[in-house]
T-cell receptor, first 112, second 114 residues
Framework: SQKIEQNSEALNIQEGKTATLTCNYTNYSPAYLQWYRQDPGRGPVFLLLIRENEKEKRKERLKVTFDTTLKQSLFHITASQPADSATYLCALNSGGYQKVTFGTGTKLQVIP | NAGVTQTPKFRVLKTGQSMTLLCAQDMNHEYMYWYRQDPGMGLRLIHYSVGEGTTAKGEVPDGYNVSRLKKQNFLLGLESAAPSQTSVYFC?????????????FGQGTRLTVV
């Protein structure tokens, strides 16, 4: 069955450093991969989407890579700030939002 | 512009009681979704709708019913609540089913069934 793995342990990082979060998947050939941010008590907020034929996507301090051979996506936040502290979810989609599969998320804590 | 609004935000039910969760969006989106989020599990799709008057089952539809009588509203009903339905429920909407487009989520409803 399809499986998505995100590091369930929280990631603590010093302010100003680059945070790198990992999303691994098995038994899946997603056409799209999305990253969301979720704050406590709030719904997920869409951040970035990357397609299977794209290796890298950037948006301001965010960068996402997608390696379909390794079946892995990396999510980077450069020059991290305490305001970046949140849980980050990856979501894989083979076609249509009705078929999206979400990961469990990784909690990021940026320490001042 | 409110986006996606869910009511209520919190609710406690006794086993066997019924309730309806309301989701309203003001973005004129055709597509709406209900998810549940449980500890240690990713968001799971309960039901979705591709337009007014249409609904379809998602990954975990049992025990839930939905209705989309108006384009802007998507209702999730629990006819006879069970403790296994204790969860955080999120509604979302999108302009298209294509994941190229952004999905917008509500703030969630925390439901406890005792």
């Amino acid at each position: 069955s399809q499986k998505i793995e995100q590091n369930s342990e929280a990631l603590n990082i010093q302010e100003g450093k680059t945070a790198t979060l990992t999303c691994n998947y098995t038994n899946y050939s997603p056409a799209y991969l999305q990253w969301y941010r979720q704050d406590p008590g709030r719904g997920p907020v869409f951040l970035l989407l990357i397609r299977e034929n794209e290796k890298e996507k950037r948006k301001e301090r965010l960068k996402v890579t997608f390696d379909t051979t390794l079946k892995q996506s990396l999510f980077h936040i450069t020059a991290s700030q305490p305001a970046d502290s949140a849980t980050y979810l990856c979501a894989l989609n083979s076609g249509g939002y009705q078929k999206v599969t979400f990961g469990t998320g990784t909690k990021l804590q940026v320490i001042p | 512009n409110a986006g996606v609004t869910q009511t209520p935000k919190f609710r406690v039910l006794k086993t066997g009681q019924s309730m309806t969760l309301l989701c309203a969006q003001d973005m004129n989106h055709e597509y709406m979704y209900w998810y549940r989020q449980d500890p240690g599990m990713g968001l799971r799709l309960i039901h979705y709708s591709v337009g007014e008057g249409t609904t379809a089952k998602g990954e975990v539809p049992d025990g839930y019913n939905v209705s989309r009588l108006k384009k802007q509203n998507f209702l999730l009903g629990l006819e006879s609540a069970a403790p296994s339905q204790t969860s955080v429920y999120f509604c979302a909407s999108s302009y298209s089913l294509n994941p190229d487009t952004e999905a917008f989520f509500g703030q969630g409803t925390r439901l406890t069934v005792v």
